[in-house]
């Protein structure tokens, strides 16, 4: 199956940095998210971006389809972006998301 | 919209028991995921519907394990006979279509004793 590879595993950041999540996989996709999982372990929905860039107010993702790989930008990091961001992909032909292991991020104050 | 909802949101239950989970999508998704997430680990697939088919099962889902979708709208997942590595995130999803934005419910927790 298709393999999806999350760096780097864990992200300490000062509040007000800024960062980069980094998704690779190894297979073309018709469907690409990204979420953030909440302490209570819902996830929440960030992008929806199998191609192309998309930005939500600090948050922007990135995805280079034609290189299978996929970027998550954090600006002027809050102590409310702690959390584990996850990638997943769907691979065309397939209706299942593949996930990867996450990102843990926390932000200090 | 209202979001999928799930029910219970956690579940505590000893070994050997029986357990069900509901989940209900977003009306007019035809589509609906079920995936389980262990400790440190991401969400894994297990089964999807279209409608009230059942068109992919994963190796995961054992054969104590059965999921419905009577109706093509809520669905239920059913552990039988639990064991203790049955414990974990057990997260349903929804979508309008192939390849379309999945989105998840609040998860049930099941804890096996």
């Known amino acids: 199956g298709i393999q999806v590879e999350q760096s780097p595993p864990d992200l300490i950041l000062q509040e007000g940095a800024n960062s980069t999540l980094r998704c690779n996989f190894s297979?073309?996709?018709?469907?690409l998210q990204w979420f953030h999982q909440n302490p209570w372990g819902q996830l929440i929905n960030l992008f929806y971006?199998?191609?192309g860039t998309k930005q939500n107010g600090r948050l922007s993702a990135t995805t280079v389809a034609t290189e299978r790989y996929s970027l998550l930008y954090i600006s002027s990091s809050q102590t409310t972006d702690s959390g584990v961001y996850f990638c997943?992909?769907?691979?065309?032909?397939?209706?299942?998301?593949?996930f990867g292991k996450g990102n843990q991020v926390v932000v200090i104050p | 919209d209202t979001g999928v909802s799930q029910d219970p949101r956690h579940k505590i239950t000893k070994r050997g028991q029986n357990v069900t989970f509901r989940c209900d999508p977003i009306?007019?998704?035809?589509?609906l995921y079920w995936y389980r997430q262990t400790l440190g680990q991401g969400p894994e697939f297990l089964t999807y519907?279209?409608?009230?088919?059942?068109?992919?099962k994963s190796r995961l889902l054992s054969d104590r394990f059965s999921a419905e979708r009577p109706k093509g709208s809520f669905s239920t997942l059913e552990i039988q006979r639990t064991e203790q590595g049955d414990s974990a995130m057990y997260l349903c999803?929804?979508?309008?279509?192939?390849?379309?934005?999945?989105?998840f419910g609040p998860g049930t927790r099941l804890t096996v004793l």
């Open positions: 997943a992909v769907g691979p065309y032909g397939n209706n299942r998301l593949a």
């Open positions: 297979d073309s996709v018709n469907n």
């Open positions: 971006i199998p191609s």
């Open positions: 009306s007019e998704h035809n589509r």
């Open positions: 519907f279209q409608n009230e088919a059942q068109l992919e």
């Open positions: 999803a929804s979508a309008a279509g192939a390849g379309d934005t999945q989105y």
